[in-house]
C-alpha cells in the first residue's frame, strides 16, 4: 500500500516536496514512480527510481527541476520539486513496480491514492 502527501497551494517559483510511505510489503524490492494528471489531461510520468535508489529517470520537462529519492530503511520515496510553474498543477501520485524501465502507467501495479499540487501564478 502507498500513501503520496505533501501537496499544496504554492506560488509560482515555489519548492514543495512529497512524500511516498509504503507500507505492507517489501519496499527495497519495488521501482517506485511519479506520476501527475491535470485536468482533463492523461497520466503522465514524472520520473522513477531503481530499487537501491541508485538509478533515477525523469521525464525531459522536468529532470532539470524534479528530484526524486527514496529511503528504504524507511520505506518512503520522495519527489523534490523546485521552481514549479503553473504548468505543474496536478494531481500527483506515486506508483510501483517490480521491474525497471516502466513509464507508461498501466505498467505500475501499486498505487496511492494522489496528493493536489496547485501552482498560483
Known amino acids: 500500500q502507498l500513501q503520496a502527501c505533501g501537496g499544496g497551494l504554492v506560488q509560482a517559483g515555489d519548492s514543495l516536496r512529497l512524500s511516498c510511505a509504503a507500507s505492507g510489503g517489501t519496499f527495497s524490492r519495488l521501482v517506485v514512480g511519479w506520476f501527475r494528471q491535470g485536468t482533463g489531461k492523461e497520466r503522465e510520468f514524472v520520473a522513477a527510481i531503481s530499487w537501491s535508489g541508485s538509478v533515477t529517470d525523469y521525464a525531459d520537462s522536468m529532470k532539470d527541476r524534479f528530484t526524486i529519492s527514496r529511503d528504504n530503511a524507511k520505506n518512503t520515496a520522495w519527489l523534490q520539486m523546485n521552481s514549479l510553474k503553473p504548468e505543474d498543477t496536478a494531481v500527483y501520485y506515486c506508483?510501483?513496480?517490480?521491474?525497471?524501465?516502466?513509464?507508461?502507467?498501466?505498467?505500475?501495479?501499486?498505487w496511492g491514492q494522489g496528493t493536489q499540487v496547485t501552482v498560483s501564478s
Open positions: 506508483a510501483a513496480v517490480t521491474k525497471w524501465g516502466k513509464r507508461n502507467p498501466t505498467d505500475y501495479i501499486y
